[in-house]
């Protein structure tokens, strides 16, 4: 059987384990941890369904389908070099990968057609040097005629 200085010595290790594991990952010296990440960014969500769709206007949202991108996820656009040489670019916008690949509803934000997974909008991309850039959508190519 084991004595008691046995299961004292398993409690103690088994504390400077989590100890050691807890400082690895979550701790502000550790090469893991994120900058500004805290315990309650963890737990701020719990429980709250996070909504997957938004307006055509909002940022991280895709214009075409209106569903809210995931972090790193990107729209598939072209955007033209400018004529003036000043900041602003022609942009035609083809849409998200999702609905790119998938078949969900894509509506033009202005005159609120049905696109075909051929269709684009047609907007003007305004470049700035201290933030993002801006993305001005005018219609698609149904409305706007190019």
């Known amino acids: 059987m084991f004595t008691f200085l046995h299961i004292l010595g398993f409690v103690i290790v088994g504390i400077l384990l ?3 594991g807890y400082t690895l990952f979550f701790s502000s010296l550790s090469p893991f941890y994120p900058r500004g990440f805290s315990l309650k960014d963890l737990f701020k969500n719990w429980g709250k369904k996070e909504k997957l769709t938004g307006e055509p206007d909002d940022p991280q949202v895709c ?3 209106c569903r809210r991108l995931i972090r790193g996820e990107l729209v598939k656009s072209v955007a033209f070099p400018s004529l ?3 900041r602003e670019r022609l942009m035609y916008i083809k849409g998200c990968v999702i609905c790119l690949h998938e078949n969900v509803p ?3 934000p202005v005159c609120s057609s049905d696109l075909d997974l051929d269709d684009f909008l047609v907007s003007r991309m305004f470049t700035r040097t201290e933030s993002k850039n801006h993305v001005h959508v005018l219609g698609c190519n149904k409305c706007k005629k190019v």
Request: charge should be positive; include cysteine.
């Open 18 to 20: 989590l100890w050691f």
């Open 63 to 65: 214009p075409v389908c």
């Open 84 to 86: 003036s040489g000043g």
């Open 106 to 108: 894509r509506r033009c």
